[in-house]
């Protein structure tokens, strides 16, 4: 199963594991802080790229269930509402970048887009980072397609060019960001990162924006871990940075991932900068963080779907004058018991010999029907037969609500939606037993 930062740490041919979420959303208060650090007016959202999310009949190729449709639409983000603790957190990172900000020689300082629409070209997401066609992370198993040229991002790097290219040399960019992916209780179909980027004069050498990366984000690990927290650097792969690097911060007993980041590779940079013919090039660090990460082990939030709930007993945890050092955690108001329910089928396959089922085709079904009732999809039985040679696979899935108990009849009624929703939308992948 895959953990925190992304999938974009692991070299090309690797699949991993499975996942997936959804459930309605209610738009709450209005009071969004789009606060800026300098003037630059944050790129818009574009109706034109939000039509075609909604286009009919969807092409070939789009992948995207409607829960997911519905939440990209969403506005305002969550990491846009306050008190939320995404917004909490992203407004931590951006008070210390203000400081930061003054240190260096432009006048400008860090500026902090958050409104940038989800929906990018795969131009954007894949080729102008450099990932290779056969990364896993291209998968229609792991990313969400609206067609051949647009997709919901999977990660806020594909706006690096974009903005390097508006003439943007030192910035945050945060954004909702898109992954099939497991059921559980650190997974979620949509989470937000945060991404930076620092641009150098062209003079400066590799090791002057090495020490300068790592001295800024441990920085901010001590802003927002504590002067105390210690940090180590993992050495790591990213196709888009070179070195590429994580950094660790050891936090109640462990050593956590916090993000990724490195020195971006010299292609990128030349292209941000319109610089195709000229020999020198400025170097440029940067780096990827997720805010759901960082807020669950800063306050202690044990299940992502929290994110997203409209509870007060959630909301009324967080307040704009909370403690961010760790010392505020949250309390979970109380834990309703799980129902679990299996559901098992053999893998068809194609008229090549072939599988076609993915444990994400799964997932995706799930959620949509469930939403954030379904807590945790794993599989618990697989075995082949021998004279078939078809295999069995048995999921079992794990409901249970935030909130209240949940009934014993409306989870038969979700499974038995699941069942014939198999039936239908899986029908040349598997068949039920
Ligand atoms: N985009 C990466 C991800 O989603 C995170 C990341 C790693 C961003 C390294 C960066 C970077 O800018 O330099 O996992």
């Known amino acids: 199963m895959s953990t925190s930062t992304s999938s974009f740490n692991q070299q090309q041919y690797q699949f991993r594991d499975y996942t997936f979420i959804a459930g309605g959303f209610d738009s709450r208060s209005n009071n969004v802080d789009t606060r800026l650090f300098s003037t630059a007016t944050p790129p818009t959202d574009n109706a034109a790229l939000k039509e075609l999310l909604t286009a009919t009949p969807a092409h ?73 066609q056969d990364h896993v992370s291209r998968s229609p198993s792991d990313t969400y397609y609206i067609n051949d040229e647009y997709l919901l991002r999977c990660h806020t790097s594909a706006h690096q060019v974009q903005l390097l290219k508006q003439g943007h040399r030192q910035f945050l960019c945060t954004g909702d960001v898109y992954r099939r992916d497991d059921i559980d209780r650190s997974h979620y179909p949509i989470f937000h990162q945060m991404e930076g980027v620092k641009v150098f004069d062209e003079d400066a050498t590799e090791e002057q924006v090495l020490d300068d990366l790592k001295a800024t984000l441990e920085g901010l690990a001590k802003h927002l871990f504590g002067a105390e927290a210690e940090c180590r650097w993992v050495e790591e792969y990213f196709p888009f940075t070179d070195p590429s690097l994580e950094l660790e911060v050891f936090f109640d007993g462990e050593w956590l991932e916090v993000l990724g980041c490195g020195v971006m590779r010299p292609e990128i940079v030349k292209n941000g900068l319109g610089k195709g013919d000229s020999d020198t090039l400025p170097r440029a660090w940067a780096f990827g963080l997720g805010l759901e990460r960082l807020a669950m082990i800063l306050f202690q939030i044990p299940d992502i779907r929290l994110f997203w709930s409209d509870d007060e007993r959630f909301w009324k945890q967080f307040s704009e004058d909370m403690a961010m050092d760790g010392s505020a955690t949250f309390q979970t108001y109380s834990k309703f018991p799980p129902v679990y329910k299996d559901v098992s089928f053999w893998l068809k ?24 009732l379904a807590e945790n999809v794993e599989m618990v039985d697989q075995f082949v037969n021998p004279k078939t040679t078809l295999e069995s696979q048995c999921y079992r899935i794990t409901y249970r609500s935030m909130d209240r108990s949940l009934t014993n009849e409306e989870i038969d009624e979700l499974q038995e939606n699941l069942r014939s929703k198999i039936e239908s939308a899986l029908a040349d992948k598997v068949e039920l037993r």
Do not use: C, W
């Open 349 to 372: 396959k194609n008229e090549n010999d072939v599988v076609t089922f993915h444990p994400n085709d799964l997932l995706d079904l799930v959620r949509g029907i469930a939403g954030d």
């Open 60 to 132: 070939p190729n789009n992948n995207i269930p409607p829960h997911i449709t519905e939440r990209a639409l969403m506005e305002p983000k969550l990491y846009q509402i306050s008190p939320h603790p995404l917004y909490l957190i992203k407004k931590r990172i951006e008070d210390y970048f203000k400081v930061v900000g003054h240190n260096v020689n432009s006048d400008e300082g860090f500026v902090s887009m958050d409104s940038m629409a989800p929906i990018v070209t795969l131009e954007a997401n894949f080729d102008s980072l450099l990932i290779p």
